[in-house]
């Protein structure tokens, strides 16, 4: 038996693995059950492994796996102020054609670096090709890009990532985009409109969310998925 506490965490962290694939962190856990302090979320995971629900992963930085779920399980409560889309991650270190859904794979070429931090170089040419599941695509043409920098960490992407993008010139507000600020440098960021201004949000409290004019920001396409290889 649970307590009411360890259920609504158990609940979230499978929530978050099913749609993300990553782990959520202490803090989105601490915010999302509402803990004063993280060492409530410690003791939680650790009441779990105990009785079997979660196991932690070695060697792999906010790494948890549910073993089992509670009978009659019940969906939790997304975190507060989080935003509901989230990338789906393929983890590059296992073929991709083992990626759970996947029955198809498509080959995608790496275009170069993106800077989730200070924008960087604009894309560049193609350097590398990736085969990616067509499950994560959908329609419309595809790239890839490396991710270099900590500001998207939040939404869960990581400096060593790689982003899988829809090509578009088209994106709504909260989308994660790759955006071209002053037609020359590229970064990726959340997209934020604010009346005629556009703003380019980080998920990282240590970087501040940059505001441009429309005419500034030229949007080169949408996030769809993350690729990340474990060493």
Do not use: C, W
Request: hydrophobic fraction near 40%; glycine fraction near 8%.
């Amino acid at each position: 038996m649970l307590t009411r506490k360890q259920h609504e965490l158990l609940m979230f962290i499978h929530e978050r693995l099913k749609e993300t694939g990553v782990s959520p962190s202490f803090d989105e856990m601490k915010e999302a059950l509402d803990l004063a302090s993280k060492s409530g979320i410690h003791r939680l995971i650790t009441a779990l492994e105990e009785r079997g629900f979660l196991r932690r992963l070695p060697h792999r930085a906010r790494a948890l796996e549910v073993v089992k779920l509670p009978e009659q399980a019940t969906t939790a409560a997304p975190a507060k102020g989080r935003a509901p889309f989230r990338p789906q991650v393929v983890e590059g270190a296992r073929p991709v054609e083992a990626a759970p859904v996947a029955n198809d794979v498509r080959e995608l070429p790496v275009l170069g670096r993106i800077a989730a931090g200070v924008p960087i170089e604009a894309i560049q040419h193609e350097k590398d090709r990736v085969l990616v599941p067509e499950s994560m695509l959908g329609g419309g043409e595809h790239f890839v890009l490396d991710v270099q920098g900590d500001s998207m960490i939040n939404a869960g992407i990581l400096d060593g990532d790689q982003v899988v993008i829809r090509r578009t010139d088209q994106a709504n507000s909260g989308d994660i985009v790759v955006a071209l600020v002053l037609g020359e440098e590229a970064t990726l960021k959340r997209l934020r409109r604010k009346g005629a201004s556009i703003a380019l949000e980080a998920a990282n409290p240590a970087y501040e969310t940059r505001i441009f004019g429309p005419d500034q920001v030229e949007v080169q396409g949408k996030l769809v998925g993350l690729l990340r290889r474990y060493h």
